[in-house]
């Protein structure tokens, strides 16, 4: 046989050989090469010993009746787990609790297979963060982490073993309430910062109990729901999903996500709870994914009601065999999978697959060797609110506000002032500092903005405080009055408004994102008095304030700061702490411009106020209020020599751009430089403008610091019309600044 002959009998042997191993891995046939194999042998010989009611039972997840974050409960959870028919319980926590539940699985099973307990620990367990939005904004993957990694601590110490987080949505629309509990708008920012999170929950593994499993979630694409509402349709190319809305979810995978949750909503008419591309095709096979996957809670019943399945039956079928392993709350795998294999319409091998993956994270967690390693009272008493905690919530606090406006530098105030006025309906409340998805976290822990404003000015009569009205009541206006009679004995005034933790998060849709109540008008009337007015945004979304925005002297987002929210702010408020935070989503100036965001396409007609037929609103700037990146500090920061090593690069070597970033203010202050790449011209649009990088630089007044960003062609891949990720030769202009419209750039070449 001729050489050529021989390579050509080898390659075809090797792709047979990659197509079998493919097949029998997305199949559930093989288990996957990354499991752990001593836990592997005891996971099959435990397999070899369970009767299909117990695998079952392992695909199976129950919520407690300690807290409903859904629709409906079933009382008799815990018999449940005495006949080995739950493997799983969520909203249970506390060593003690999981402790009792714990025991019923262990001592009155015929197997006893450990429970794991899962729990929504999104942004901290007791000790409570930012909402995940607002650290976003901070743009500090190490602080984020940290983040994670004190609520797993927290968390694993009250007896979990998973949270259901990260949520990696990318949102491009704030109506839609859930935006709060992302990392924003952009996939760059959101992957970077969804790896962090996993890195800080799962941390070095789990061989002393202070990690947790992550969750990626939901999986995929729930934050494109259409009009913003909650739940509902998205339709999108794959081009657009596999460009915008999936990066994250595989920087989570990538990172280690032991778990995903699929979400609510269909996309192209298949609910993502039985979307067999998504699952099946590209978590399990293309990415390899080697954990398990759970529902949403109930979304697999909601399938009938979404009109793809016939019933409850018909759903549990469609969602196992597109590679669902667990059901949450839907108690569907419970009444109908024993049925199902029955019939030969579910394979049992696909059952010893998705309880292979479950089993595998019990042993890796260490839970067959000892069930009560995460049920440790002393240590639960040790870590939660611990000191070191509360100044890491202080710290991660202070860096996700964002300055928005400071006109006449009416901020920092001065500690020396005589009496200040601390107005609004937010300015006092511990239970909106939470925010949504707020865990064991405890109202009564928060230091609201008026107590972090009275520890910054001791002394009697120094801080006046009026609510000035409701969040939301739009008719009693008797607070104003009281609030401006307050305001008029002092030399400045805070004002503190916004939303209601509860109304962002889930089924938390707002059609108009303006100030609920009479909260602009309490503004209107304080800015009228002509005094130093500070705007304090409490909010889980962008605001559109258009007359707040052009009208007040100094406004601060501090979106909802958490258990030391109160502190962090007032250290930003007296300048203790320069604010360093950068909007991580686009703030538009009408809700009739979403959706709004920096990295969209130019069209053939773009804006031009000179040319009607443009693509422009009669009514509306097509600009933002504040764009994707913005922030501002009590210093100022300039962008210049801004080089790169070469004109033209290729596909093998990258470009080194450099920038000097000066600090041209009075304060020391950070600033995160960001750089934004466009491809000019792509087999497929492209958009104006993509973050490619950011970089973090502390500068002292006066200090000039050089940094330096690598670009290869890597970077610069797309999905063209076939869903090849590859990147194309051709011109690109790249931009270094301090937010997305960033104008210090220069032009370079990808060549072939
Ligand atoms: C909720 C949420 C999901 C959460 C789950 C468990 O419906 O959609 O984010 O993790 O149920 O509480």
Not at 425 to 444: E, F, I, R, T, V
Not at 547 to 560: K, M, Q, R, S
Not at 691 to 707: A, C, R
Request: aromatic share 10%.
């Amino acid at each position: 046989m001729s050489v050529l002959r021989k390579i050509i009998h080898v390659v075809a042997l090797l792709f047979v050989a990659y197509l079998m191993n493919s097949f029998a891995l997305r199949s559930g046939i093989m288990k996957h090469p990354q499991m752990n194999k001593t836990i592997e042998q005891r996971v099959d010989s435990l397999l070899a010993l369970m009767t299909l009611e117990e695998k079952i039972g392992q695909m199976t997840l129950f919520t407690s009746d300690w807290e409903m974050t859904g629709p409906t409960l079933r009382a008799e959870y815990k018999e449940d787990i005495r006949k080995g028919r739950v493997g799983a319980i969520f909203n249970a926590h506390t060593a003690a609790y999981t402790r009792e539940l714990q025991r019923i699985a262990v001592e009155e099973t015929r197997l006893k297979i450990p429970l794991i307990f899962g729990y929504d620990v999104i942004h901290g367990y007791k000790t409570i963060f930012p909402i995940p939005l607002g650290e976003a904004a901070s743009w500090d993957l190490q602080a984020i982490e940290q983040a994670a990694r004190i609520a797993a601590v927290e968390a694993s110490a009250a007896g979990l073993h998973w949270t259901f987080a990260p949520m990696v949505d990318i949102a491009r629309d704030p109506r839609w309430g859930r935006i709060s509990e992302g990392a924003g708008e952009d996939s760059y920012l959101g992957s970077a910062i969804a790896a962090a999170r996993v890195r800080g929950f799962q941390g070095n593994g789990f061989d002393n109990a202070d990690a947790i499993l992550a969750c990626a979630k939901h999986y995929a694409a729930y934050g494109a729901a259409q009009a913003g509402r909650d739940y509902h349709t998205v339709d999108m190319s794959e081009q657009v999903l596999r460009e915008v809305y999936l990066p994250p979810f595989k920087a989570a995978r990538d990172a280690g996500a032991w778990t995903f949750m699929t979400a609510f909503n269909e996309w192209n008419g298949i609910p993502a709870t039985a979307n067999t591309r998504l699952i099946k095709d590209i978590l399990k096979w293309e990415w390899g994914f080697p954990g398990f996957v759970v529902t949403d809670y109930t979304s697999i019943n909601e399938m009938v009601l979404h009109g793809y399945a016939a019933d409850d039956k018909h759903a549990a079928e469609l969602s196992v065999n597109a590679g669902v392993d667990m059901d949450m709350q839907g108690a569907v795998y419970y009444h109908h999978l024993a049925d199902l294999v029955k019939e030969g319409k579910v394979k049992v091998s696909r059952i010893d697959d998705a309880v292979r993956r479950i089993l595998h994270l019990k042993f890796l967690l260490g839970l067959f060797d000892d069930p009560y390693r995460f049920c440790d009272e002393a240590r639960e008493k040790r870590l939660i609110m611990a000191p070191e905690h509360q100044a890491a919530a202080r710290d991660m606090a202070r860096k996700s506000i964002v300055l928005l406006r400071n006109e006449k530098q009416t901020l920092p105030l001065s500690r020396q002032i005589k009496t200040l006025a601390v107005i609004g309906p937010l300015a006092d409340s511990k239970q909106d500092m939470l925010g949504n998805w707020s865990a064991s976290g405890d109202a009564k822990d928060c230091v609201t903005l008026l107590e972090g404003v009275r520890a910054k000015l001791p002394g009697q009569g120094r801080v006046l405080y009026e609510k000035g009205c409701d969040i939301e009541n739009k008719s009693d206006r008797s607070g104003i009055a009281k609030a401006l009679a307050v305001a008029k004995k002092a030399d400045a005034i805070v004002v503190v408004v916004g939303e209601a933790g509860w109304m962002s998060g889930e089924a938390a849709s707002r059609a108009d994102i303006g100030l609920p109540g009479l909260q602009e008008e309490l503004v209107k009337a304080l800015v009228a008095t002509q005094k130093p007015v500070v705007v304090v945004l409490m909010n889980g979304r962008p605001l559109a304030i258009p007359w707040v925005a052009e009208n007040a002297p100094a406004i601060l987002e501090t979106w909802f700061a958490g258990t030391q929210g109160g502190h962090a702010i007032a250290d930003v408020l007296f300048g203790d702490y320069n604010p360093s935070g950068k909007l991580p989503v686009t703030f538009p100036r009408s809700a009739g411009q979403i959706p709004l965001f920096y990295n969209a396409k130019n069209t053939g007609r773009p804006a031009d106020p000179n040319n009607k037929y443009t693509s422009k609103y009669l009514d509306v700037p097509n600009s933002p209020q504040w764009p994707f990146g913005f922030g501002l500090s009590y210093t100022t920061f300039s962008y210049s020599d801004l080089q790169v090593d070469k004109k033209e690069f290729g596909y093998n070597d990258a470009l080194t751009i450099r920038v000097k970033v000066t600090n041209t203010g009075a304060r020391e202050g950070e600033e995160t430089a960001q750089l934004y790449v466009r491809d000019l011209v792509g087999s497929v649009t492209r958009p104006v403008r993509e973050l490619k990088g950011f970089q973090k630089v502390q500068l002292k007044p006066g200090e000039s610091k050089v940094i330096t960003f690598r670009l290869s062609a890597d970077d610069l891949r797309f999905y063209n019309a076939d869903l090849l990720f590859r990147a194309e030769p051709g011109e690109f202009d790249i931009w270094v600044g301090g937010d997305s419209n960033a104008a210090l750039g220069t032009r370079v070449t990808l060549k072939h």
